[in-house]
Structure formats: structure tokens, C-alpha cells
């Protein structure tokens, strides 16, 4: 099947930056939707981003607008998150998933088919 790895985590002050990479293999799909998702402790898993196939088209969770950039790219069957201006707020474990066939953005958890394991992201104050 399909299987994501999250990397780019970390401990990091807030105003800083991290860079995170989803790096899909397995089976391949000729259009997709990917996401970044989200779980801080004692929370439910929150939508963060998402990007077309293309890459043409994003999706941002309000309260990361203007601070995170989801991208891709499918020669390298990888998705990113550039998250700067990082607030304390924005401590969680982020999970990459994938929706196959998906070409429509979409916030809803359960569209993705493929998930990653998770890479956590510590904003200390």
C-alpha cells in the first residue's frame, strides 16, 4: 500500500521555524490530496493545511494562515510544511496524510486514507 514518514521535528522557541517533510511510498496515485493534521495533548486531531495534486491549489486552518506554506513535490513523492512564527499553541504531534484520488481540498479527517506515525513539534515559551 502507501507509507508516510514524517520527519523535522522538534524543540524549538516560539517565533522559530521548522520544516516538515511527509515522504510517501508504496503504491502511487495519479492525483491526490495531502494534509497536515495536528493533536496537541488531551485534544482532538485538528486539520492544519492542504494541497492539490498540482500544488496549485492550499487550504489553511485560520489560525496557521500566513505563517505555515504546505507544498509538494511529486518527483520526490514529498509534501511539506514550512511553519515559522511558531507559538506555544502550535505544540502537537503533526500527522501527514494522504487522500488518494482526492481532487478537491478537504478538512475532514476521515477523507484521508493514508496517515503517517507522527512527528512531534515542541514551541516552548
Known amino acids: 500500500q502507501v507509507q508516510l514518514v514524517e520527519s523535522g521535528g522538534g524543540l524549538v522557541q516560539a517565533g522559530g521555524s521548522l520544516r516538515l517533510s511527509c515522504a510517501a511510498s508504496?503504491?502511487?496515485?495519479?492525483?491526490?490530496?495531502m494534509g497536515w493534521f495536528r493533536q496537541a495533548p488531551g485534544k482532538e486531531r485538528e486539520f492544519v493545511a492542504a494541497i492539490t495534486w498540482s500544488g496549485d491549489n492550499t487550504y489553511y486552518e485560520d489560525s496557521v494562515k500566513g505563517r505555515f506554506t504546505i507544498s509538494r513535490d511529486n518527483a520526490k513523492n514529498t509534501v511539506y510544511l514550512q511553519m515559522n512564527s511558531l507559538k506555544p499553541e502550535d505544540t502537537a504531534v503533526y500527522y501527514c496524510?494522504?487522500?488518494?484520488?482526492?481532487?478537491?481540498?478537504?478538512?475532514?479527517?476521515?477523507?484521508?486514507?493514508?496517515w503517517g506515525q507522527g512527528t512531534q513539534v515542541t514551541v516552548s515559551s
Open positions: 508504496g503504491r502511487t496515485f495519479s492525483s491526490s490530496v
Open positions: 496524510a494522504l487522500a488518494p484520488g482526492l481532487r478537491i481540498l478537504s478538512r475532514a479527517a476521515g477523507i484521508y486514507e493514508y
